[in-house]
């Protein structure tokens, strides 16, 4: 099994409405993105457009941030999903470096997005996020143990995002990677991500 | 942005441009993880050279000032409490080697030195021990150009140049720190030979860091934006690069090489030179890391 994101570039409206679902399913601090959503205008008044690229942890099959991690932090699951361990990370930050996605935050201290101490919200989630170590997406994986789809794919209201299988070849993102032409961002460095985009 | 600035204050700036530099390892704490990269190439450099030339004094120097990196690069981490579970990983990360080329280099380099304080060197064990502290000194001077160059993400590293232009900058390191040391009255160096070897590494490097740049300034969009960081008159390190680089680590010891390979010049004034060269050494190290622009992601929006 191999879990892949499949982000359809002509739907996706540019609303954020993924990186405020991350930020409230998983309780990021200040300063750091799971979710987000780059902008980009292009051509010139008055053929001007622009575009949107949700980006996300690549969770790519041959992940530059682990090759690099000096403390076997950073590991590949059976099912394709990246993730670091926190309690073994030191905070090196060499998998930031490495990663050619921008998808790792180092959380260096403690912050509340409110300025006067933590809230009872922040309180719950804060401790999933130890300072001093480096946390990035690890596709909901506590979602996907209750069967559950990722937070910014179940809260997108374009419908710009698919979650699935791609080893089953009858999965709705097989289907589409195969028939839309999904493509992943800088293959040619061999990283082989596990998010495809659907051409806008 | 001031470089002891915390990376934070940055972020959500830089998270919205195209090229978007690297802070964590130059910024804030980040300045620990130069010093490291300063502190422990030179200490192996002195290490070659005290071992060239028989200096007692200057392998003393040379731990001393190696160890100093180690604890810096230990006060750049995040979790410093759990630096140990760095040496898990030698078959694949450079930190990995580099953090065991350093320990090999420390254990070793002490017994070794406590064998010639007692005399008993000369035997097949203090052969050893030099040899696996010469193994150590290698790995310390190799691994930081290779810890760049493998990451694929920053064009501007990624290059087999990096790890050529860290060795040079660490062997003429050492070569300084020894020039500073015979200012202060540390006899035993052979100031003649030890500037003209000094000289040959400086000028080696100043060729590395003009065929570097040059091959950089052609590559990509990113690579050439970090080129234009350190070479741009409003760039983000062109004045750390001017006068820290070229200015205090080339044009001062070059000039002052040649001078006093053709003419009479000072100890003191040799030492003065070594503390300028040394001040190079560091702020190459500052300016690579300061120039280091991820490869854009925006440009790459999938289209038909
Ligand atoms: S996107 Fe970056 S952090 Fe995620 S798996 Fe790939 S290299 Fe690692
Ligand atoms: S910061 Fe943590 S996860 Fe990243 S390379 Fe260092 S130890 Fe590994």
Known sequence: MRYVMVIDLKRCIGCYGCQIACKSENATPPGVFWARVLKQEA???????????????????????????????????????????????????????????????????????????????????????????????????????????????????ARARYFGDVDDPNSEVSHLIREKRGQQLHPELGTDPSVYYLPA | ???????????????????RPQREWVAGRGLFLLLGHFLSGAGAGTWLFSIYYGLAAGLMLSLGVVALGGVAHLLFLGRF?????????????????????????????????????????????????????????????????????????????????????????????????????????????????????????????AVLVLIYLAGMSSSGVASRRSVSQLLGLRGSASLAFYLGVMLLGLVVPIGMGLFSHYGTVLPWVLGLVGVSSLIGDFYVKYCVARAGIYLPLSGEFPAR
């Open chain 2, 81 to 205: 409490g759990r630096a140990w579970r760095i040496v898990r990983q030698p078959h694949k990360s450079w930190i990995s080697r580099g953090l065991l080329s350093m320990a090999l280099f420390l254990v070793c380099g002490t017994a070794y030195l406590l064998l010639e304080r007692i005399g008993a060197v000369s035997g097949a064990l203090g052969g050893v021990l030099l040899l696996l502290s010469l193994v150590g000194m290698a790995g310390i001077l190799l691994y930081k150009g290779f810890v760049y160059a493998v990451s694929r993400a920053i064009p501007f590293w990624n290059t087999p140049l990096l790890p050529a232009l860290y060795i040079a900058y660490g062997v003429r390191g050492g070569a300084a720190i020894l020039l500073v040391a015979a200012a202060l009255g540390v006899g035993g160096v052979e100031l003649s030979s030890l500037e003209f070897i000094k000289l040959w590494v400086v000028v080696s490097s």
């Open chain 1, 43 to 157: 051509g010139k008044f008055p053929n001007v457009r622009r575009s949107s690229l949700p980006l996300l942890c690549m969770h790519c099959q041959d992940p530059a941030c682990q090759q690099v991690c000096p403390t076997g932090a950073t590991t590949k699951s059976d099912n394709g999903i990246v993730e670091v361990d926190s309690d073994e990370c030191v905070g090196c930050r060499y998998c930031m470096m490495a990663c050619p996605y921008g998808a790792r935050y180092f959380n260096a201290k403690e912050r509340s997005y409110f300025g006067q101490g933590l809230n009872e919200y922040e309180k719950v989630g804060y401790p999933n996020h130890p300072t001093g170590v480096v946390g990035k997406c690890d596709f909901c994986r506590h979602r996907l143990e209750k069967k559950l789809e990722p937070a910014c794919v179940a809260n997108c209201m």
């Open chain 2, 1 to 19: 942005m001031a470089i002891w600035e915390d990376p934070f204050q940055k972020l959500s700036e830089d998270l919205k441009t195209t090229l």
